[in-house]
């Protein structure tokens, strides 16, 4: 582990398929929770086929929910615990397209594939998150 004198430099390279990785996401999140705000029919019926309350305040509820954990997860100073209200949304994701049985590559691990990139995207981006999470192999013994 790192001490506290010690900072972890991100490459230039690193940085931008973080950014990018993360603006995928961000896109993604904002057009998820734009359609559910509106809402639009296809969400209402979505919401039936999954055994989900087919009110629009519900499907408000969760564009709301959706849009607040992106904005947190966007902002700098916020952005891990942006990434783990993201990572229990898409948990919940998961939890309902396990109910219904739906498919396992196309529709139950889209919430995992998506927190991969949440979570790449995040560390590839944010040395405080790589310092707390080292894949390095290397040994800090002198």
Same mark, same amino acid.
């Given at each position: 582990m790192q001490s506290a004198g010690q900072t972890i430099v991100v490459s230039s390279k690193a940085l931008w398929t973080g950014r990018i990785l993360s603006g995928l996401v961000i896109l993604f999140m904002?057009?998820?929770?734009?359609?559910k705000l509106v809402p /639009?029919?296809?969400v209402i019926q979505t919401c039936a086929e999954l #055994?989900?309350? =087919? @009110? =629009? +305040?519900? *499907?408000? +509820? /969760?564009?709301?929910? %959706? /849009?607040?954990? @992106?904005?947190?997860? *966007? /902002?700098?100073? @916020?952005?891990?615990?942006? *990434?783990?209200?993201? @990572? %229990?949304?898409?948990?919940g994701a998961i939890a309902t397209q396990v109910r219904v049985g739906n498919p396992l590559f196309s529709h139950l691990l889209? #919430?995992?594939y998506l927190g991969l990139f949440i979570w790449g995207g995040l560390f590839l981006r944010d040395p405080r998150v790589r310092a707390l999470i080292p894949f390095s192999a290397r040994s800090d013994r002198a």
């Open positions: 904002v057009f998820d929770s734009g359609i /639009l029919d296809i #055994g989900l309350p =087919t @009110t =629009t +305040g519900f *499907a408000r +509820g /969760l564009g709301i929910l %959706g /849009l607040v954990c @992106t904005i947190l997860y *966007a /902002l700098p100073h @916020t952005s891990v615990f942006g *990434a783990i209200l993201l @990572t %229990g949304y898409m948990g889209f #919430g995992v």
